[in-house]
């Protein structure tokens, strides 16, 4: 049985630029549901292209509170 669908880009191939917006979205540590809604994709959408490009969901590991010292 197929997968259900939805959205505006369903089953559409990603263009370099949306590309390149997921790329500066995950690099400002944008959380998936707000990627989500500025590209009009689904989460898994989203988390499946940035697997697929190599592109890191994960925030870089800084220190909860900032320089202490």
């Known amino acids: 049985m197929p997968?259900?669908?939805?959205?505006?880009?369903?089953g559409k191939e990603w263009t370099p630029g949306e590309v390149q917006q997921l790329r500066e979205l995950a690099g400002s540590n944008t959380p998936v549901g707000v990627m989500s809604i500025r590209l009009g994709r689904s989460e898994d959408a989203i988390r499946s292209k940035a697997q697929h490009e190599g592109i890191s969901l994960q925030p870089p590991n800084r220190r909860p509170y900032g320089d202490m010292s």
Do not use: D, L, N
Request: proline share 0%.
């Open 3 to 10: 997968e259900a669908r939805s959205g505006q880009y369903a």
